[in-house]
């Protein structure tokens, strides 16, 4: 506790608390009685003395030591003989009359130290703050932390902004070259494939081509021949490497070409005199194309094929009777429908069928359909489809080994099985020639050539009218024709059947090439006879009912 005295030894003071602006309180304590109190000359001047003061010494007032402190100079209820409380602002809590200052209040010195807790007081009305009462503190605090954190996250963010955004640009940029890289790709394989506008070759009828020199392609024409009737059936294989697309090619049998004695003859003519290596120039010739190797298939090898890539399966547009049955009602070998099953033996009948009054192209597209069913089985893989080619032991022509042949044929195997692959008929007017509205679709978009076809002079041009009564007879001259080196022109139907055939020849020089006709035709040679024929032919001829067709 403590207490302080006055210079006499009188009454001591205790220290109570402090006021509300942090300064000590003392309350006066009665002195203990003692018998003497010694004088000390140097003792401290007891709290409230005025030296200056005249006459009797005041005693200074002093606290109730039971009054509690108020600081609004109010004492507590309840003892209304207490002495008035220490009012700060000059005013006691009771009325009455108010005492000097000097006696109504203690000498309160300044003394520091932290003030202790004090009860919860009620706050005046009117408070006149002063700067001592206010503690600055110059440490950080929480909040300042806060707003550093804030900064540094404001910044941050910033930054992550613009690295998106450089980010975002970056791709853009990546963006645009590579989408000027897949037009400039495009581009250059448009015009690889020869697609270009710009690049394209029109024959000013409707038909639209590429240029032959744009595309790879690689070709071989196979023969096939049918061992029973010496018939022949011709088709181009060709691989465009640059479109991924493969196509069977049919090659009509009165395709008209040139000899090599510079004769205009047929291809079916010319694969029977000239052999392959003729017959490959001069397809190239007539068809401006480019033709790689010749592969002849005999019927028994055909058959050999197809079982062995394990049968085949095609939609069949005819019934085909056994050759082999011995009667007529017997079952057909293979049944017209869709998804059919062919053995090499069924295939090989339904390639050479050819029914009752039907062109050559019929047969020929039969030929097409079996061709195609191969390729969809053959095998894609290189090896393995010279394997096929080699079991097959046929003897190939010089300019294709079996490495070549089963090389080619696995391409088109997969070609054929991914659906790229087509077939197509070359066609050809009566007298064997091609024209740009007949061959534009094949000899310009498939073969990538242009047609050459000889002159029409160049062969002896035979019309033919049918006065037989049967219908089918014209057809099979027109097949005789043709492979007698004629060009066929067809006369029509005779309203009614004649008994003797007649052929007319109207110029002098004529009278040889009408004598050949009748020969070629098993017709005595006293059918011949000058007359008048129509303008486009040299010589014309009137069937009969003695006209004797070949069995073939």
């Avoid at 450089?166 to 963006?175: C, Q």
């Amino acid at each position: 506790m403590n207490n302080r005295y006055d210079a006499y030894g009188g009454d001591q003071y205790e220290l109570v608390g402090y006021d509300e602006y942090g300064q000590p309180v003392y309350r006066q304590v009665p002195p203990q009685q003692s018998p003497q109190q010694p004088y000390d000359p140097y003792a401290q001047q007891p709290y409230g003395y005025d030296p200056y003061a005249t006459g009797q010494q005041q005693p200074v007032q002093s606290y109730d030591t039971y009054a509690p402190y108020d600081p609004y100079g109010q004492t507590a209820t309840g003892d209304p003989g207490a002495a008035p409380a220490y009012d700060p602002y000059g005013q006691t809590a009771v009325s009455g009359q108010q005492p000097r200052v000097a006696e109504q209040t203690a000498y309160i010195p300044q003394q520091s130290g932290p003030a202790e807790e004090e009860p919860e007081q009620r706050e005046p009305e009117q408070r006149d703050y002063r700067t001592e009462q206010f503690a600055f503190v110059e440490d950080p605090d929480d909040d300042s932390e806060d707003v550093i954190d804030w900064l540094n996250f404001t910044e941050n963010r910033t930054e992550r902004r613009e690295e998106a955004k450089r980010r975002a640009r970056s791709r853009m940029v990546a963006l645009v070259v590579v989408l000027a890289l897949v037009a400039v790709g495009g581009v250059g394989y448009l015009w690889y494939a020869g697609k270009l506008p710009g690049l394209s070759s029109s024959d000013g009828k409707g038909g639209t081509t590429t240029a032959a020199g744009a595309q790879k392609r690689d070709v071989v024409v196979v023969h096939l021949h049918n061992t029973k009737n010496g018939d022949t059936a011709t088709a181009l294989l060709v691989d465009n490497a640059t479109t991924q697309q493969g196509t069977t090619v049919l090659l009509p049998n009165s395709l008209a070409l040139t000899g090599d004695d510079g004769t205009t003859t047929t291809l079916a003519k010319s694969v029977e005199d000239d052999g392959s290596s003729g017959t490959r120039e001069a397809l190239d010739t007539v068809l401006g194309t480019r033709i790689q190797g010749t592969w002849r298939l005999d019927t028994p090898y055909l058959q050999n094929l197809v079982d062995l890539v394990g049968n085949i399966d095609i939609d069949t547009n005819t019934d085909v009777p056994d050759p082999s049955a011995k009667s007529k009602g017997a079952a057909p070998l293979v049944n017209k429908g869709e998804s059919q099953t062919l053995s090499g033996k069924m295939a090989v009948a339904y390639a050479t069928y050819r029914g009752s009054g039907e062109a050559q192209n019929a047969q020929l597209e039969r030929f097409g359909q079996v061709m195609q069913g191969v390729l969809r089985k053959l095998s894609s893989d290189a090896g393995a489809a010279t394997i096929t080619v080699q079991t097959l032991q046929q003897i190939l022509d010089p300019s294709m080994t079996d490495k070549d042949l089963g090389t080619f044929l696995a391409g088109l195997a997969d070609l054929a099985k991914g659906g790229d692959y087509k077939t197509a008929l070359l066609p050809v007017q009566d007298d064997g020639t091609l024209t740009a509205e007949t061959s534009a679709s094949v000899v310009k978009d498939v073969l990538g050539g242009t047609a050459k076809s000889p002159d029409q002079g160049a062969a002896v041009r035979v019309s033919v009218q049918n006065a037989t009564g049967v219908k089918d007879n014209t057809e099979k001259a027109r097949v005789v024709l043709l492979n007698g080196g004629f060009t066929f022109l067809e006369g029509g139907t005779a309203g009614s059947a004649r008994a003797t055939s007649e052929v007319v020849y109207a110029e002098a020089a004529d009278k040889e090439n009408a004598t050949e006709v009748a020969k070629t035709l098993g017709l005595p040679t006293s059918a011949v006879t000058k007359g008048k024929v129509t303008t486009n032919a040299n010589v014309a001829v009137i069937l009969g009912q003695d006209y004797k067709p070949s069995s073939s």
